[in-house]
């Protein structure tokens, strides 16, 4: 079992920055992968990146290439999101995933989920 914890999110203007935390325990940090999805209201749940178990390959979609970066600190056992220029289209509840066996961007396949931090970007 392993549990995941978002934390990090607020209300933020537009082309401001801010960072999630997602904080893993209950196995090994190296042997989970981690992913970032986002919701916002009405519409589908939307891949945002992705690390893979030693933070060998990272994963990003595209509309937050170039903006977000995702990285892990194998000391804290934290995977952390840190957005910069964030815009009002990025407003949205941001979920943590964490999987013992996929790194990629279908969410069906993450086994454990935190429960989820809001973002608002205001314009």
């Known amino acids: 079992q392993v549990h995941v914890v978002e934390s990090g999110g607020g209300l933020v203007q537009a082309g401001g920055s801010l960072r999630l935390s997602c904080a893993t325990s209950g196995r090994a940090f190296s042997t989970i992968a981690v992913g970032w999805f986002r919701q916002a209201p009405g519409q589908e749940r939307e891949f945002v990146a992705s690390?893979?178990?030693?933070?060998?390959?990272?994963y990003y979609g595209d509309s937050v290439k170039g903006r977000f970066t995702i990285s892990r600190d194998n000391a804290q056992h934290t995977v952390y999101l840190q957005m910069n220029s964030l815009r009002p289209e990025d407003t949205a509840v941001y979920y943590c995933?964490?999987?013992?066996?996929?790194?990629?961007?279908?969410?069906?396949?993450?086994?454990?989920w935190g429960q989820g931090t809001q973002v608002t970007v205001s314009s």
């Open positions: 995933a964490a999987s013992t066996w996929y790194s990629g961007e279908d969410s069906h396949e993450y086994e454990y």
């Open positions: 690390n893979s178990w030693r933070g060998t390959n990272t």
